[in-house]
């Protein structure tokens, strides 16, 4: 399917952008961290070329997966057990992820059946260190490891100077319109709404007035759906090397808890990563989602609620414009306290 960009700043500007392609999935989040026998790993080594040989053949693994994991386990302390199965889950996610010869969409579908198969399953941890991330509602979340707990910037620490900030409190400073077959935006009770109104374009905003910025800034913003598909993107764009964003980044949640990240090279966009719903991302209409991106040169991070999602690097610096972004017709987005910081 073809994907176009409507970009709107008074102006709008309408470019082609040919089908969105698939280049990667993010192992990271299935590694265990465990430490595996030499013999051990070797006969999971085994296991795991035979799936892999299975699915470049196009056959399916569901069932056979299961088949090798119970083989290994075989004898196996209930302890190492699960050790042995999130590690053999994770090296079988790295041959597919790496793979030129696996099609970019199985790559998803493998990815998914991968995370779905490894749910509630952690690798058990000493009592004394232990640290486990915190939920926005306090609750301890076990399957956040130390790792991945934000920096103490993301928590609230000195973020340096304050580059934009934009409440969306007052309206005149960026247009309220309508954008004929393609969107419309507004203030909405101190939030800004961007509407995909198209038949079957994308919609973004520009924010080209709030400045150019350098490869090392933190943004944050608020994020809101309002209303339509629950399982298409909308977030922040960034990066963006010229003023109609024919070159730049997307960092996009999900309704249904899923995140993207989106490059876009000459207007040809490619998914660069997916990661499925994480715990700390609130789903369904009216949840509100603070999305934080750290840049540094070629290197993005990005936290929702406080909490590490996941990591990215560009093969160039990511600097420039920001922008507002409703991938589909129908999404109904809100954005509030938008801030860049260096």
């Known amino acids: 399917m073809n994907r176009r960009f409507i970009f709107a700043l008074l102006i709008f500007v309408l ?19 465990v430490s595996i026998s030499k013999e051990t790993e070797g006969k999971i080594s085994g296991s795991v ?9 196009g056959g399916s693994i569901e069932g056979r997966m299961k088949e090798e ?41 493998l990815f998914n059946l991968m995370i779905k198969d490894t749910s509630g399953e952690q690798t ?21 490891k130390l790792e991945n707990k934000p920096s103490k910037a993301t928590l609230g620490g000195s973020t340096g100077n304050v580059l934009f900030k934009e409440n969306f409190n007052k309206s005149g400073r960026w247009p309220q319109a ?98 499925p719903a994480r715990q700390q991302i609130k789903t369904g209409y009216g949840a509100v989602n603070s999305l934080v991106i750290e840049i540094d040169e070629a290197n993005l991070t990005y936290f929702i609620n406080g909490v590490q999602v996941g ?8 600097q420039g414009y920001i922008g507002l972004y409703t991938n589909d017709p129908g999404l109904d987005v809100a954005f509030d306290n938008l801030k860049v910081t260096q």
């Not at 260190?129 to 979340?141: I, L």
């Open 15 to 33: 470019n082609a952008i040919p089908g969105t392609s698939y280049s990667q999935v993010d192992c990271s989040a299935l590694d265990p961290r």
């Open 49 to 57: 070329d035979t799936l892999y040989k299975i699915v470049k053949a």
């Open 69 to 109: 994991i119970i083989n290994l386990q075989q004898g196996a302390a209930t302890d190492a057990k699960i050790q042995i199965k999130l590690r053999a889950v994770y090296l079988f996610c790295g041959m597919v992820a790496n793979s030129p010869e696996i099609p970019a969409e199985k790559k998803i579908l």
């Open 124 to 144: 058990p941890e000493p009592a004394a260190g232990k640290t486990a991330a915190v939920d926005a509602k306090g609750k301890s979340n076990g399957a956040d």
């Open 178 to 275: 309508e954008f004929p077959n393609s969107g419309r935006t507004s203030y909405q009770n101190g939030w800004y709404v961007l509407q995909n109104t198209s038949a079957n374009l994308a919609f973004l905003f520009r924010l080209n007035k709030a400045g150019f910025f350098p490869p090392s800034v933190r943004i944050q913003v608020d994020v809101r759906l309002n209303a339509g598909p629950i399982d298409k993107p909308f977030g922040l764009l960034l990066g963006a090397a010229d003023e109609l964003f024919a070159n730049a980044y997307g960092v996009l949640i999900r309704g249904d808890g899923a995140t993207e990240i989106i490059r876009w090279s000459d207007n040809t966009g490619s998914l660069e990563l997916y990661l």
């Open 311 to 318: 990591k990215y690097k560009s093969p160039d610096k990511i």
